[in-house]
């Protein structure tokens, strides 16, 4: 299957700093990639929608300030979490659709802790 | 919203056993998608099934999404100890646009 990397794979920042997580296509060009957010034992939450040039949709109780996102171009996407707080700690995942078969491929995944 | 609902919660099986766990809808599905993960990890594509009926397989892995397209089995042949992980269904919406809802797994434990 069609690889999607991300990076870092984990990352450990103190409360009130930002990180970034990137988030790659390797195999084809991704026009949509998605984030997701999963929470001990729970099921991956969609959080947005990255749109290639195009500004990001958030789904509903996702602040759009807190969680950017910036699709710059066909294989990258980027989550940054301005001002991490602990309540931000997770496991953050990004998937990207194959726009040939319409399947959905994610990520490795980040462990996001912030103390 | 949709709702997918996947049961059995958490299963138990002896190595070579088959098994079946099933995701069910609450909405019409119009793009089932199947994933395996394992605890920490990211999300291994299975399969997608898109029509009422269809059916596809994998290896000893077999995926039907059933005529009315608000269910969608996954069997197990012969199990292994590498099939051992959590399934995850994920749905998709009417417009096609891909932003999926997913279900809260099914555990699968494979004893040797």
């Known amino acids: 299957g069609a690889v999607v990397s991300q990076h870092p794979s984990r990352v450990i920042c103190k409360s009130g700093t930002s990180v970034k997580i990137e988030c790659r296509s390797l195999?084809?060009?991704?026009?949509?990639m998605f984030w997701y957010r999963q929470f001990p034992k729970k099921s991956l939450m969609l959080m947005a929608t990255?749109?290639?040039?195009?500004?990001?949709?958030?789904e509903q109780g996702v602040e759009k300030d807190k969680f950017l996102i910036n699709h710059a171009s066909l294989t990258l996407s980027t989550l940054t979490v301005t001002s991490a707080h602990p309540e931000d700690s997770s496991f953050y995942i990004c998937?990207?659709?194959?726009?040939?078969?319409?399947?959905?491929?994610f990520g490795p995944g980040t462990r996001l802790t912030v103390t | 919203s949709q709702e997918l609902e996947q049961s059995p919660q958490s299963l138990i099986v002896q190595e070579g056993k088959n098994l079946t766990i099933n995701c069910t809808s609450s909405?019409?599905?119009?793009?089932l998608y199947w994933y395996k993960q394992k605890y920490g990890e990211g999300l291994i594509f299975l399969m997608m099934?898109?029509?009422?009926?269809e059916e596809k397989s994998h290896e000893k892995i077999t995926a039907k999404l059933d005529e009315k397209k608000q269910q969608s089995s996954l069997h197990i042949t012969a199990s292994q100890p590498s099939h051992a992980g959590i399934y995850l269904c994920?749905?998709?919406?009417?417009?096609?646009?891909?932003?999926?809802?997913f279900g809260k797994g099914n555990q699968v434990v494979v004893i040797p």
């Open positions: 998937s990207a659709r194959d726009p040939q078969g319409d399947e959905q491929y």
């Open positions: 195999d084809f060009q991704a026009t949509t």
């Open positions: 990255s749109n290639e040039g195009s500004k990001a949709t958030y």
């Open positions: 909405k019409t599905l119009y793009g």
């Open positions: 099934l898109q029509k009422g009926g």
């Open positions: 994920g749905a998709g919406g009417q417009d096609g646009n891909n932003r999926l809802a």
